[in-house]
């Protein structure tokens, strides 16, 4: 059911916390690169800090230009893919979007936009040490289009197939999380297994990357999070809560699962399973 949109209702508090999830979110994406760049070896740690980034930069273009539209407009009447009455952010201003009534609508057309960019970055893990950038610059535009928009229009928009059915995508597990994951998946068929992989010792090459990296995408886990109540109130204060919670549960499980194999405490099993707990506390953060 739609929710009734006035610029008489935006609240000034509520604006100001989504600006701020809207940073914390931006945070993730470096992270994200610092995170990956800590696993892979040395010569590929900067390509994939730079792909995170060139992620953010192509998929914003990508968002003004006609993602926002086909993936969260409020018009479009057909269940799987939204229209272009938004393209070039046309008519996104003041006016509230029906899923963040208290705030401005290009507050949230830009706090998605982060969402938006973060995803293609998270597939890029599955594809480390054997892309090139300009190929991954291009995958990344037609795949936001053609894969993350109409899934986000599924979960999110308002006449959204999923959306009607009563489906909960809370922050993202269905369109950034497995979206991503079935992305890896795929890059991984087709890319194949990195050159030595299974022949020689893998080690990360720089485990201070990946704890700067986990640093960050906790921070900013938060307002991906706390953020996707689109309101500064109780709802958000329990995403933030079980997000919090969820990450030092596994990352502690996930540390005594490895001692009990390896015999040693180590800071990347800590990182990996503290990003795991997040990742699947993310779809219901606020029940």
């Not at 800090?49 to 990508?62: I, R, S």
């Not at 201003?93 to 949230?108: D, L, Q, R």
Request: net charge positive.
């Amino acid at each position: 059911m739609a929710v009734a949109t006035s610029v008489d209702n935006i609240d000034m508090g509520t604006t100001v916390w989504m600006i701020a999830s809207t940073a914390l979110v931006f945070l993730m994406i470096p992270g994200l690169g610092y995170f990956y760049s800590g696993m892979v070896r040395s010569k590929n740690a900067l390509s994939l800090v730079f792909l995170c980034m060139m992620a953010l930069a192509v998929v914003t273009l990508q968002w003004v230009l006609w993602g926002y539209s086909l993936a969260l407009s409020e018009t479009a009447t057909n269940p799987f893919i939204g229209n272009l009455k938004h393209w070039l952010f046309l008519d996104v201003s003041y006016k509230p979007h029906p899923n963040a009534p208290t705030v401005p609508g290009i507050v949230y057309a830009i706090y998605q936009c982060m969402f938006a960019a973060l995803t293609p970055g998270l597939a890029i893990g599955g594809a480390a040490e054997r892309i090139r950038v300009m190929p991954t610059i291009v995958y990344t535009f037609i795949w936001t289009t053609l894969v993350y928009d109409p899934i986000a229009y599924w979960v999110w928009a308002p006449n959204g197939w999923l959306f009607k059915l009563g489906v909960l995508d809370f922050a993202g597990g269905c369109a950034v999380e497995t979206a991503s994951g079935f992305a890896a998946l795929a890059f991984y068929f087709v890319l194949g297994k990195r050159r030595g992989f299974g022949e020689e010792k893998w080690q990360p090459h720089n485990y201070l990357n990946i704890i700067l990296g986990f640093a960050f995408l906790f921070f900013g886990w938060l307002g991906f999070n706390a953020g996707g109540a689109s309101l500064a109130s109780g709802r958000a204060g329990i995403a933030f809560m079980t997000t919090v919670v969820a990450s030092a549960t596994a990352g502690l499980v996930w540390v005594a699962l490895a001692f009990r194999a390896e015999h040693k405490y180590s800071s990347f099993h800590f990182c990996s399973g503290a990003v795991a707990g997040m990742v699947c506390v993310t779809p219901a953060a606020s029940l």
